[in-house]
């Protein structure tokens, strides 16, 4: 709740009432111990069914909240383009890979002679699902797309 103040400084006069506001219109649940409250029209699990890959950017939502990302992953994720390159683990700008429901590893990307590189680490193994790479594939050309590179 304290970190609120800096996110919503016009809300903090009245910072209680507004997160009642808030929670009367949240879906929520309590697991472990821990309150987690998610927008009510929300279905997460129909882009969990689909098995949609997407590269996330370190300050994605899902991302940013680096305690709150190691609690729903498993894993330790750092944003590394500040660490010294002998200090990297994962990368200069490594994008967590979300597949369906889970966060399970990482990817770099780079562009080289107009060529979109990339490389990627998982927590595990790779998923060996086809679908896992058609899907992986389809975000990588969206990336292409975005960069306005040749397919």
Do not use: C
Request: overall charge positive; aromatic content about 14%; glycine content about 6%.
């Amino acid at each position: 709740m304290s970190r609120l103040r800096y996110a919503v400084p016009q809300w903090y006069a009245d910072l209680k009432s507004a997160l009642g506001r808030a929670k009367e219109r949240l879906s929520h649940a309590q697991v472990e111990g821990i309150d987690w409250y998610w927008p009510a029209e929300e279905d997460a699990s129909r882009s969990a069914e689909q098995g949609m890959v997407r590269l996330l950017t370190p300050f994605d939502p899902v991302v940013w909240d680096r305690e709150r990302f190691e609690l729903l992953w498993g894993w330790t994720y750092r944003f590394e383009a500040y660490t010294p390159v002998a200090k990297r683990i994962r990368g200069y700008y490594a994008l967590p890979i979300l597949w369906r429901d889970r966060v399970i590893g990482w990817g770099n990307l780079s562009v080289k002679n107009g060529e979109l590189k990339s490389d990627f680490g998982y927590v595990e193994s790779p998923p060996r699902d086809r679908v896992f790479k058609r899907e992986l594939d389809a975000e990588l050309n969206r990336m292409r797309t975005f960069l306005a590179l040749k397919s």
